[in-house]
């Protein structure tokens, strides 16, 4: 392969390769492929499932299992149960539960390796994160929240 062959294809794509400066173009839309992320989630599944398979796993761990598990809610939704009105509303509600986790676990890495003010600031947004999680639980079926900036008394 020749420095013309390379410089002719790069061209061909938009992109000058005597610009040094510019970002690469953004790839084009394509929609979620449901098949290639359950394999992501069964990858990342088997690398961390083995790290948490322990009385006390460490919470870089538990962040890991939980994105697997996400993968594979995510996944799931956009795959086979796109269309699954019954089953749905389950893996949603599964899926927002795998992130609540997360950034519960990524607190706790923060807090461990910062100051006395990270775990002040973990623990206020706990307590803000308690008093979303109410407002979640007691949103209408429509799907809009109280605290969601176009919901209004008069939408009820």
Same mark, same amino acid.
């Given at each position: 392969?020749?420095?013309?062959?390379?410089?002719?294809?790069?061209?061909?794509?938009?992109?000058?390769?005597?610009?040094?400066?510019s970002?690469?173009?953004?790839? *084009?839309?394509?929609?979620?492929?449901? /098949?290639? +992320? #359950?394999?992501?989630? $069964?990858?990342?599944? =088997?690398?961390? %499932?083995?790290?948490?398979?322990?009385?006390?796993?460490?919470?870089?761990?538990?962040?890991?299992?939980a994105?697997?598990?996400?993968?594979?809610?995510?996944?799931?939704? *956009?795959?086979?149960?796109?269309?699954? /009105?019954? +089953? #749905?509303?389950?893996? $949603?509600?599964?899926? =927002?539960?795998? %992130?609540?986790h997360?950034?519960?676990?990524?607190?706790?890495?923060?807090a461990?390796?910062?100051?006395t003010?990270?775990v002040?600031?973990?623990?206020?947004?706990?307590?803000?994160?308690?008093?979303?999680?109410?407002?979640?639980?007691?949103?209408?079926?429509?799907?809009r929240?109280?605290?969601?900036?176009?919901?209004?008394?008069?939408?009820?």
């Amino acid at each position: 392969m020749t420095r013309d062959t390379i410089y002719s294809d790069l061209r061909r794509r938009g992109i000058d390769p005597a610009d040094r400066t510019s970002l690469p173009p953004l790839p *084009a839309y394509a929609p979620l492929n449901a /098949a290639v +992320l #359950r394999e992501l989630a $069964v990858q990342v599944g =088997a690398t961390a %499932g083995p790290a948490v398979l322990t009385d006390f796993s460490e919470p870089l761990a538990q962040a890991a299992f939980a994105t697997h598990m996400a993968l594979d809610h995510i996944s799931a939704l *956009a795959g086979p149960m796109r269309e699954d /009105a019954e +089953l #749905r509303p389950a893996r $949603v509600e599964d899926l =927002a539960f795998q %992130g609540d986790h997360l950034r519960r676990q990524a607190h706790a890495l923060w807090a461990a390796v910062e100051d006395t003010q990270v775990v002040a600031r973990t623990a206020q947004r706990r307590a803000e994160m308690a008093d979303e999680e109410a407002s979640v639980e007691s949103a209408e079926l429509t799907g809009r929240c109280r605290r969601c900036p176009w919901w209004s008394r008069s939408s009820r």
